[in-house]
């Protein structure tokens, strides 16, 4: 069974910085990416990457956000830096099926999902 827990969301100012995480269970060296949702908006693509660490950042986070894992503890990171109010949103870690990601953004390329965790930026 497949489980991705994030954490590490919270409350920071425009300008500061925070770092996700999420837990993998039940799958290793599957491409996997971070997304973000803003009620009654599309849920909105940021990063991806794969086994081999190949990645991919829409162009609205690429300069400021960061995407890692660690093997060993099968975690995702998203390391964000210089924070905008308009970051504001549910974050969520998912999985795809297989390991590689391509160029895909899209969420309905993601088979797996996480509940989600929200990041509030204050002005």
């Known amino acids: 069974q497949v489980q991705l827990m994030e954490s590490g969301g919270g409350s920071v100012q425009a300008g500061g910085s925070l770092t996700l995480s999420c837990a993998a269970s039940g799958l290793r060296d599957n491409c996997m990416g971070w997304f973000r949702q803003i009620p009654g908006k599309e849920r909105e693509g940021l990063a991806t990457i794969d086994r081999r660490g190949k990645t991919n950042y829409a162009d609205s986070v690429k300069d400021r956000f960061t995407i890692s894992q660690d093997s060993v503890k099968n975690s995702l990171y998203l390391h964000m830096n210089s924070l905008k109010p308009e970051d504001t949103a549910m974050y969520y870690c998912?999985?795809?099926?297989?390991?590689?990601?391509?160029?895909?953004?899209?969420?309905?390329?993601?088979?797996?999902w996480g509940q989600g965790t929200q990041v509030t930026v204050s002005s």
């Open positions: 998912a999985a795809r099926g297989f390991w590689a990601c391509g160029l895909t953004l899209q969420s309905s390329a993601f088979q797996y």
